[in-house]
């Protein structure tokens, strides 16, 4: 089985780079690299350093086809998947030596399943790159084909699901490209790969005050996680063209209380890179 991902690595060291680095910005402690592929498109990749180490969020596809109501990412919808040597080549080619790999830049990861499972393949490889499984990240909306089909994958990486709504209507307006994927089912999907890879599931919720901070919305999250090996991550609203109400702190903090007495574990994102358009949601092909 291993064999069969090598290849694709072997080549690409036996060929030119897939990505020519065009551009880089620098904030306080985020770098943003801006590469040209092949066929003139371009995508970004963020490095962001911390306590721990350096995470470089990389990018799976060139724009997006789920065009989330609050990301320049898929503004203008797909262009292309990205091959698995153009997504290795993101983490070696930033300058900058990087201990986490989280699959949260342009693309839905899920939405390029075998380019995205091809690539985890080529960066976990003992004979290649030996990265540790532990250090990379998918985060997604969670498309149920592609939840299901990474539940059988023998992977064990960390999953964080953006979910954003507890009502079908409020996430069908946010993330238009899950229409047809039920909230209910999507919530079963990921716990049964957190309890299937014994792994602590993490929920990213956009907090929106009016949207999606009800005392209903608070019971259901209690309802489905309470118990359960997750953790909620609050995000504030980045700058993009959504004109969607930003939470204060005091209002994050209000949330994070009132979940946190429903027994949930839940925690706030600092966001990066907001200076430089490189937080979440920020990302768009230029
Ligand atoms: S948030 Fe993710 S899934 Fe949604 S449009 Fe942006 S890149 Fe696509």
Request: hydrophobic share 40%; aromatic share 6%.
């Amino acid at each position: 089985m291993q064999t069969l991902y090598l290849r694709p690595f072997l080549l690409y060291k036996k060929t030119s780079m897939d990505l020519q680095l065009l551009k880089v910005c620098k904030d306080f402690n985020t770098t943003k690299y801006l590469f040209e592929l092949n066929d003139g498109n371009k995508i970004e990749t963020v490095c962001i350093r911390r306590r721990t180490g350096i995470t470089a969020c990389v990018s799976t596809q060139v724009g997006c086809a789920v065009r989330c109501a609050f990301c320049a990412s898929g503004k203008n919808g797909l262009i292309r998947n990205l091959t698995a040597n153009e997504i290795v080549q993101q983490v070696l080619s930033v300058r900058e030596r990087v201990n986490r790999i989280v699959f949260m830049g342009i693309g839905e990861p899920l939405h390029n399943y075998a380019s995205l499972i091809q690539s985890i393949h080529i960066l976990r490889d003992r004979n290649e790159l030996n990265f540790p499984t532990d250090g990379i990240t998918l985060s997604t909306v969670g498309p149920l084909a592609g939840l299901k089909k990474l539940r059988e994958e023998h992977l064990k990486i960390q999953l964080v699901l953006s979910l954003h709504a507890t009502v079908q209507r409020v996430r069908d307006r946010l993330i238009p490209g899950m229409k047809n994927n039920s909230i209910e089912e999507t919530v079963n999907a990921i716990l049964s790969y957190g309890k299937r890879h014994n792994r602590k599931i993490t929920i990213a919720w956009l907090l929106l005050p009016g949207i999606n901070d009800s005392p209903e919305d608070k019971k259901r999250l209690a309802q489905w996680f309470n118990g359960e090996n997750v953790r909620i991550n609050l995000l504030p609203l980045n700058k993009t063209m959504a004109n969607y109400p930003f939470a204060t702190q005091k209002q994050l903090r209000d949330f994070k209380k009132d979940l946190e007495h429903l027994g949930l574990e839940v925690t706030v994102r600092e966001s990066q890179g907001r200076n430089i358009q490189a937080a979440c949601g920020q990302l768009a092909i230029r």
